[in-house]
């Protein structure tokens, strides 16, 4: 018979995960991100090293069975092993946070670090990362989000942990605690808001076409040309005069070089027509084992002008990780794609006459390094060409949506979200939106967008400090929990003097 208080404090666990899950996109409600810290606290504070996994690792699983459903329409298999997966990583971070004979004080030391380093884990490996479904998306919209702007989304991530822990303190009544901590992130709020953001330098006009077509539809099950057509038909929509007319990820599809294809006469003529930079994404077939995805330019006068190949490519999407290995075990007709996408090497920008433009291809969007890769090369508007029209739900829409919303914080840049089913976007340099399309309609976001030059903190230091400084952070709380500081202080502490008062008595 199971213990009414284990199962008292896993139903607790749920609860705590829901809440996280419920705090990211789509459902957006930011301030249960805290409580469900808050509970995740209470639930390791009498625990012991296992009770700490297990209550750990199912929190994870409530968070990221709901918040990573979407994967079920595109392999039911892998959506269990990532949930598990994902799930694995906040199990280990339970483990890392010092258990029920230590302080609390301490503990709430190691916990926002912990949980920093848990989701800096996860966007890293395995297979280059799963950035999805994270506490920093949560506060894209919310006043934390502009964290970013210093610490980059990690530093979001573990100023909310620090919000959860402060809730926790205020739980134990240890007032003082919890209302330092608050002070704390409160400061560093103030400081990301009058950190430099960097500045304006000019205008262009800018149009972000959205081809529309039914949602949920993969592309063998499209014809390439109709999606390519439905852009160009789209583009009609566009006020000239115009500067900067982008497009989505892959709408232009086919195989060999785009100039042995009709696709680059035309586009050469609709850049001419419109008398403007056209930014294009194409797929190229290389061959029967390799493809390119690349966003190109058009420039002006119909000529063409640079590329950026696509360097963050999506696993078991765009490339299969161990293809040998795992067409070895499951076959080659197990449904992995059949081509790999060939990863690029050259910097994440684009020269073109409207500015520099910083590219984040789909996926890339999701990795704080890849738009700052764009900016640190010059890039003064920030380009997201993605393709979320194969997925089932909204979730990945409106998580990328958030993702823009984090990297035009970081960056200080403008964003420019280009889908061809949706959502499109155009993002502010302080992170809100102020264009979006719906899903599936033909639309143009047309808008005056600033070009931007300066670096803001975050670009300058990059996600790194904020990972070291937890690293730290569990190590002291460690320390302090293996008695070794008390130890210490018990030797550093002078020893009391006692005066000879001759011989004692005897006791007979």
């Not at 829901?18 to 301030?31: D, K």
């Not at 990221?64 to 079920?72: K, S």
């Not at 395995?126 to 006043?143: D, F, H, I, N």
Request: with cysteine; glycine share 8%.
């Amino acid at each position: 018979m199971i213990d009414p208080r284990k199962l008292r404090a896993l139903l607790r666990a749920v609860i705590a995960g829901l809440c996280l899950a419920a705090s990211v996109p789509p459902w957006g409600w930011w301030p249960l991100a805290f409580i469900g810290i808050a509970m995740w606290d209470r639930l390791l504070s009498t625990a012991k090293p296992r009770a700490r996994f297990v209550r750990s690792t199912v929190l994870g699983l409530a968070w990221f069975a709901p918040a990573m459903l979407w994967m079920v329409d595109l392999t039911a298999p892998g959506y269990v092993i990532a949930v598990m997966l994902l799930a694995l990583y906040v199990g280990v971070a339970g483990l890392a946070v010092p258990g029920r004979s230590s302080r609390s004080w301490v503990r709430w030391l190691a916990l926002p670090a912990a949980f920093t380093l848990a989701e800096a884990a996860r966007c890293t490996f395995p297979v280059g990362g799963v950035p999805l479904a994270t506490t920093a998306m949560s506060q894209a919209s919310a006043p934390l989000g502009q964290i970013a702007r210093v610490f980059c989304a990690i530093g979001v991530t573990f100023a909310v942990a620090v919000v959860g822990v402060a809730l926790s303190a205020l739980w134990e009544r240890r007032h003082l605690l919890g209302a330092a901590a608050l002070v704390a992130v409160l400061a560093l709020w103030l400081l990301a808001i009058v950190a430099p953001s960097g500045h304006e330098i000019g205008t262009i006009n800018a149009a972000v076409v959205q081809g529309g077509g039914p949602q949920g539809t993969r592309a063998s099950e499209t014809n390439p040309r109709d999606v390519f057509l439905r852009h160009l038909e789209a583009t009609n929509l566009v006020t000239t005069p115009v500067d900067l007319v982008v497009w989505p990820e892959n709408v232009v599809a086919v195989e060999g070089p785009i100039t042995a294809n009709r696709e680059d006469a035309e586009l050469s003529a609709l850049a001419k027509k419109l008398d403007t930079t056209l930014v294009i994404g194409i797929t190229e077939g290389i061959d029967s084992s390799k493809f390119a995805n690349a966003s190109i330019v058009y420039l002006p006068d119909g000529s063409s002008g640079e590329r950026y190949d696509k360097v963050h490519r999506v696993p078991f999407g765009e490339y299969v990780p161990l293809r040998s290995l795992l067409e070895s075990v499951v076959g080659t007709n197990s449904g992995l794609s059949l081509r790999d996408a060939v990863a690029g090497t050259q910097p994440a920008v684009l020269h073109t006459p409207a500015g520099t433009l910083a590219v984040a291809i789909s996926w890339e969007i999701f990795f704080t390094n890849r738009a700052r890769d764009g900016v640190l090369h010059g890039g003064q508007i920030l380009l997201n060409p993605t393709n979320g029209s194969s997925y089932w739900l909204t979730q990945v829409q409106t998580q990328q949506v958030a993702s823009s919303q984090l990297r035009a914080i970081e960056t200080g840049r403008w964003v420019l979200q280009a889908a061809p089913t949706g959502f499109s976007a155009i993002v502010t340099p302080t992170g809100d939106v102020v264009q979006r399309t719906s899903i599936s309609e033909q639309a143009v976001l047309q808008q005056t967008v600033a070009l931007r030059s300066g670096d803001t903190i975050a670009t300058v230091i990059g996600p790194l400090p904020i990972v070291w400084l937890s690293v730290l952070f569990v190590a002291l709380a460690w320390w302090f929990a293996t008695n070794r500081f008390t130890s210490l202080r018990s030797k550093l502490r002078p020893q009391r003097s006692v005066k000879n008062r001759g011989p004692a008595k005897s006791a007979i």
